[in-house]
């Protein structure tokens, strides 16, 4: 472990200086993890987050991917969403929209090697139920098993909640479907959302969390009392896997010493 990290709960945790440094150390740990799993799988599975907070980090790859020496080869990557808003793919808050806009516009990675979550369905159970079926697909892991990604990517909102897992959520205990589509009362509608099992599943998580309006929900979520009900983000703990807090000082502000 490194001299800027320190064990927290089920994990590591890295301060680093600000929004900037966290996007550059964010691309180098995504990219570290998908030279390691193309080579030791030969091809590599990444959850991007959506919000805002990893655009930073998207920008660094595909920086990346278009200098003349890319570290990754892009074209065996293959790419899905930790959720999505019920929005269509070009609408404004579509996540797969800001991960086009900011990454996949510039990486050559293959269009059938591109999955996102269909958030203009009618039916936000049905998109789920659809994005289910083309996870089992691609990973070839049918019921029961779990695919496991190489690397799932999460922020963190205000109220502890993480992917489209917030506070109260009926899909928090969810033990067995691999994707949900819950109605989030606060938001008045619904999301379509990887399940902790999946989230659990995966080789390596990072969380992102950028800025001072995160401090008080990173120490509640890191110091605080166990409620994974009140702070979903407490539900991602990999069960063979590596979890790495990434935030920047502002962020951190709350933490103990
Ligand atoms: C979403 C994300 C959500 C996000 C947090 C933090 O669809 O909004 O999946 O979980 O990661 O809300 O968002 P910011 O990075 O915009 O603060």
Redesign the pocket.
């Known amino acids: 472990m490194s001299a800027d990290e320190r064990a927290v709960r089920g994990g590591r945790l890295r301060i680093v200086r600000d929004g900037h440094e966290l996007a550059r150390i964010a691309g180098d740990v995504f990219a570290t993890v998908a030279e390691t799993a193309l080579r030791e799988r030969g091809r590599f599975t990444i959850a991007l987050?959506?919000?805002?907070?990893?655009r930073a980090s998207y920008a660094v790859l595909a920086a990346d991917a278009r200098s003349p020496k890319p570290r990754l080869d892009w074209s065996r990557a293959h790419v899905y969403w930790?959720?999505?808003?019920c929005v269509p793919p070009d609408h404004p808050d579509s996540?797969y929209r800001m991960a086009r806009e900011t990454l996949l516009d510039v990486v050559p990675v293959p269009e059938a090697q591109v999955h996102r979550m269909r958030g203009e369905e009618e039916d936000p159970a049905r998109a789920a139920a659809l994005y289910e079926t083309v996870l089992r697909a691609s990973f070839d892991a049918a019921a029961p098993e779990v695919p496991r990604f190489d690397l799932v990517l999460?922020?963190?909102?205000?109220d502890a909640?993480?992917?489209?897992?917030f506070p109260g959520s009926p899909v928090l205990p969810e033990t067995t479907r691999l994707v949900a589509a819950p109605f989030v009362e606060k938001l008045g509608t619904h999301?379509i959302?990887l399940t902790p099992p999946v989230l659990n599943a995966a080789r390596h998580v990072v969380f992102?969390v950028?800025?001072s309006?995160?401090a008080e929900a990173l120490r509640d979520v890191l110091e605080g009392e166990e409620r994974p009900d009140l702070r979903p983000a407490q539900c991602v703990r990999p069960d063979r896997g590596s979890l790495l807090w990434l935030v920047d000082a502002e962020a951190a502000a709350r933490l103990s010493a």
Do not use: I, Q, V
């Not at 987050?49 to 990893?54: E, L």
């Not at 909640?161 to 897992?165: C, E, F, G, M, V």
């Open positions: 987050a959506g919000g805002a907070t990893p930790g959720d999505e808003r996540n999460l922020g963190l909102g205000t909640h993480t992917a489209s897992l999301r959302t992102m950028s800025g309006t995160k």
